[in-house]
């Protein structure tokens, strides 16, 4: 039986296409019908996998990374080069919500806090914005609109906003101040990765220069990220945090289009369900051993 005094969160990294690995971890969660959570924070492509774990919907999201996500319609780079949207989310968004739309209302039977990361493009600070059926599904497009790749800042609360991952990659810190003693957080990252500066965030520094606090965030990525996993290696006393990641052979990749290589990614998070919970359930019976 939980205690009642322990506040538990499961925490979700974002990653684009990598995030296959993440929604198969959480549909094999669902099989085993395994949520000891109180709450719950995911960011971009994390958060749209949370929601289909709360709406208890297996099998929803692999469908996204393996079907729609390899259309030409969503992840196109000649219409990149014309100007258009390297990821057209408000395609994806309108075509799923029509033909496979999240079931809001098992999202919220669970009755219990939904976060989703975003980034203000005003101040360049991570927002952790609560969720309810009325906004959820503009919350996860807002979450997911990484700039330059997606030609636009999605307004919430008549502010701009962009990528979560952007200010926030891995909100363990958000979890521990929120309450949470005991943390699950599902990467997207192998366990070893270090994040390192590199072109990418050149381009993006640029092509945010008309948004100079959204530059500086951009700038910060790099230590706040590295700084994020370490706490998770080394939470603070009283804390308890089950990291799971992607095994070392994982090769998915950011925008990668190889559906055999998807669809292992996604069975590689899913074989990996019952080991999480075995390590869960250790941290349990054994708190602050890194069991």
């Given at each position: ?43 971009s492509s994390g958060a749209s996998n949370l929601a289909a774990y709360l709406a208890g919907m297996i099998g929803r999201n692999s469908r996204i990374y393996m079907d729609y996500s390899l259309r030409p319609e ?8 014309r100007g258009g949207h390297l990821i057209d989310l408000d395609w994806l968004w309108e075509t799923t919500i029509r033909e496979i739309r999240l079931d809001l209302s098992a999202v919220y039977a669970h009755r ?180």
């Open positions: 039986m939980k205690d009642p005094l322990v506040h538990t969160a499961l925490v979700v990294e974002g990653g684009a296409l990598r995030g296959v690995f993440s929604t198969g971890l959480l549909d094999g969660l669902l099989e085993r019908q395994f949520n000891p959570f109180d709450f719950f924070i995911g960011v969503f992840i196109n780079l000649s219409r990149f080069i219990k806090p939904f976060l989703v990361v975003l980034t203000d493009v005003q101040t360049g600070e991570a927002l952790y914005h609560p969720t309810s059926a009325d906004d959820l599904e503009h919350l996860l497009k807002a979450s997911s609109a990484v700039p330059l790749l997606y030609r636009g800042y999605p307004q919430v609360g008549g502010r701009p906003m962009t990528d979560g991952g952007v200010a926030d990659a891995l909100p363990v810190g958000e979890a521990i101040r929120r309450g949470a003693r005991r943390i699950m957080v599902v990467r997207s990252r192998k366990k070893a990765y270090v994040k390192k500066r590199g072109p990418a965030e050149y381009l993006l520094r640029w092509a945010v220069r008309r948004h100079p606090s959204l530059k500086r965030a951009i700038s910060r990525r790099v230590e706040v990220y590295n700084r994020s996993v370490t706490l998770i290696r080394n939470p603070p006393p009283g804390i308890s945090i089950v990291e799971v990641c992607p095994p070392e052979d994982f090769r998915v990749t950011r925008l990668g289009k190889d559906l055999k290589i998807l669809q292992e990614g996604y069975d590689q998070g899913r074989s990996l369900a019952g080991e999480a919970i075995d390590r869960w359930e250790d941290h349990h019976r054994f708190p602050g051993t890194g069991i």
